[in-house]
């Protein structure tokens, strides 16, 4: 202890020893007070001075002062009247944080004699902190595939407060999809969670937003709100749908290559790979279908890949597929049913059957010299054939069954006059264009009173005729 000052060593040795154990016992009891925090400047703590046993008067002359570890300039004594009253602005949570206790430590001295005074300042916390959640908007990426009762912590909010000033009650905003769950811990810390209650459907409802509020215990109470933005993660729970089960399409034969022959169309509701579609034929796809058409797998577009003959086949049937690419990837499938019609690229064809060559000239009329049969590939009228022969002869066509002509004698034959006729037969289907074809028929005439004489066989030829 050093004493400096033109007053020097105002008291002998003797005495300052006598005062010191003094001074151990003014400083071992203590003064309380209590002051709320965020007091006003000025606010009344204490009567320290009258506390403390000095008079008013003396409280100058003795040097009366104030020293305290750290904030001295919170609190101080006013000298005319002895109180302690608030200087600054005290602010518990910056003074002691979280802890319970919250208190400014004050040391009062005084001179002449030197005596040394503790006084305890409790700092009384209010409720002057709202509960704050870390994040405003917290996001949740969820799959639509979570089963009930799933949990999904968050953090909880934390209040600056202590007591019940910081006793935090959480509530969720209606939603019936989630509940709140709050558990407490060893360290008495919440743990904030959602719990699913209803199954999430992406494609009904891709998010949600959820509001949650946590209340302090404070009087009155101060809340504080963070958001849940809960997105919903697609899988594939849905398979791809064709817009129609089964195509019917009907194409011309011989269309040329690369015909467009339909598009067929399948859609699903899910989102990324899990909607993206892939069309193939059926793996039972028959090679026929295969080598005649072409099936794009991405845009669903079948096309004539091959020529196409109505002679040969009349109808595809397709099985079509369609696949997405989630995993595992689900798939929908449907027919195509090919039509194909007819066009006359066929001309008719002409068999002469049977011959009864040469023919006497005094054959009656009626007697049948040939048989004919035609026929045509294409079908309706474009393989409906008719039958002609060349005019002024003594020869008609009858027709004796569907598709067979006789060639009859329709006259009296004279064989001085001709001995031999060269008849035509043309054969025209109903096609629009006709095609047709021709026969001929050399028909020699023999005399009957002579003997009759060895003809060469019978020649006959067939012309066919196209008109492209
Ligand atoms: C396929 O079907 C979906 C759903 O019906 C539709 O939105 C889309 O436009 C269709 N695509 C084509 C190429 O027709
Ligand atoms: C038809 O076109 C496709 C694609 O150009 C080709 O691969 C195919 O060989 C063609 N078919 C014929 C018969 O020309």
Not at 342 to 354: Q, T
């Amino acid at each position: 202890m050093v004493f400096t000052g033109s007053g020097g060593l105002r008291a002998p040795p003797l005495l300052l020893s006598f005062l010191l154990p003094a001074i151990w016992e003014a400083g071992s009891g203590q003064l309380h007070y209590s002051v709320p925090e965020e007091a006003k400047h000025g606010t009344f703590v204490g009567r320290i001075a009258q506390d403390l046993g000095l008079e008013l008067t003396e409280l100058v002359p003795r040097l009366f002062r104030v020293a305290s570890k750290g904030r001295g300039d919170l609190l101080e004594v006013n000298l005319q009247n002895g109180i302690l009253f608030v200087n600054g602005r005290i602010d518990r949570e910056e003074l002691c944080g979280r802890s319970a206790e919250c208190s400014l430590h004050l040391e009062v001295i005084v001179d002449r004699p030197l005596q040394v005074f503790h006084v305890e300042v409790e700092v009384k916390d209010i409720n002057d902190n709202s509960p704050v959640f870390p994040m405003t908007v917290k996001n949740l990426f969820i799959y639509e595939s979570r089963q009930l009762g799933s949990r999904f912590s968050l953090e909880g909010a934390v209040d600056a407060d202590i007591g019940t000033n910081s006793l935090l009650t959480y509530n969720l905003d209606s939603t019936e999809y989630f509940t709140l769950d709050v558990k407490k811990n060893n360290e008495d810390i919440k743990s904030l969670g959602l719990i699913l209650k209803k199954l999430l459907n992406r494609e009904d409802t891709p998010e949600h937003h959820l509001l949650i509020t946590a209340t302090d215990g404070g009087k009155p109470e101060l809340t504080g709100t963070t958001q849940v933005k809960v997105t919903v993660l697609d899988v594939n729970d849905n398979a791809p749908v064709f817009e129609r089960t089964l195509y019917r399409v009907r194409l011309f034969e011989n269309a040329p290559n690369g015909t467009l022959a339909v598009t067929v169309n399948a859609s699903d509701l899910d989102e990324g790979v899990n909607k993206d579609i892939v069309y193939s034929f059926h793996a039972d796809i028959s090679a026929e279908i295969l080598s005649k058409f072409h099936l794009d797998p991405v845009n669903g577009c079948i096309r004539v890949n091959a020529n196409l003959d109505f002679e040969e086949t009349k109808l595809y049937e397709i099985e079509v597929e369609a696949t997405d690419k989630g995993n595992p990837p689900m798939t929908d499938h449907c027919t195509v049913l090919v039509e194909i019609v007819d066009i006359n690229d066929n001309a008719p064809e002409l068999v002469i059957k049977s011959l009864a060559l040469p023919v006497l000239e005094n054959s009656e009329v009626g007697t049948t010299i040939a048989l004919i049969s035609v026929s045509d590939r294409d079908s309706g009228t474009n393989g409906q054939v008719t039958c002609s022969l060349t005019p002024d002869t003594p020869f008609k066509l009858v027709s004796t069954f569907k598709n067979y002509y006789s060639l009859v004698l329709d006259s009296t034959l004279d064989r001085e006059t001709t001995s031999e006729y060269k008849v035509v037969v043309t054969a025209r289907d109903g096609g629009s264009p006709p095609l047709w074809a021709t026969a001929s028929v050399s028909v020699e005439v023999a005399d009957v009173n002579d003997n009759a004489p060895v003809f060469a066989q019978a020649e006959y030829t067939v012309f066919v005729k196209e008109n492209n």
